[in-house]
């Protein structure tokens, strides 16, 4: 099976429209994709911008059938039944792809359009991912790795200067040859 896990991080909306008569209004987000679903915590309006910094996590065993992350924005009302504020619906096949060859992609969050119920636009919602495929294995390897690197390195300055002394020595001395070594060799002869 293929395994992986999708991080969305849920930034702010901008210009977004309000739908409640009375009071300030209080907005949440459901995140869904594929047969997982989120809600965000609540968050009132300041400047015409509403913020959530919020990272939701989505894991997946299987990811083929997986090709879009739905939002919808709401509107918490006092005495009614929350309003409909606006959607947007973000195909993410690219990202998957990207990522399940990679086995890594990250994209910052940046402004999505929010689509009314009228299919006009209204305001922006800023999105940022990170799909990781099979987390678990990348995670082991790093571990492995760290363990089995028990041996003390050298200094590179000592590597460098040993390199340096041994060349020095041939250069000024040349070739090294051992008196017991030479003899042998001329008495065979």
């Not at 065993?61 to 005495?79: A, G, P, Q, V, Y």
Request: some cysteine; proline content about 2%; overall charge neutral.
């Amino acid at each position: 099976m293929k395994r992986g896990t999708l991080e969305v991080l849920l930034v702010d909306a901008e210009d977004i429209r309000h739908t409640n008569v009375l009071g300030t209004p209080a907005y949440y987000v459901i995140l869904e994709c594929g047969t997982q679903v989120y809600r965000s915590k609540k968050s009132s309006e300041e400047d015409e911008k509403v913020c959530w910094n919020e990272k939701f996590t989505f894991e997946f065993s299987d990811w083929k059938n997986l090709t879009h992350l739905k939002f919808r924005i709401m509107d918490t009302e006092m005495f009614t039944d929350d309003g409909f504020v606006g959607e947007t619906m973000i195909h993410i096949g690219g990202i998957i792809t990207e990522g399940k060859d990679r086995g890594f992609i990250e994209v910052k969050p940046a402004p999505y359009n929010v689509v009314l119920e009228d299919d006009t636009y209204k305001g922006e919602i800023k999105i940022g991912f990170r799909f990781v495929a099979n987390k678990d294995a990348v995670v082991n390897t790093r571990e492995y790795l760290a363990e089995n690197n028990t041996k003390p390195r050298g200094s590179i300055c000592r590597t460098i200067a040993n390199l340096w002394k041994g060349l020095w020595w041939k250069f000024l001395f040349g070739q090294r040859t051992d008196s017991n070594n030479s003899r042998k060799h001329i008495k065979e002869c």
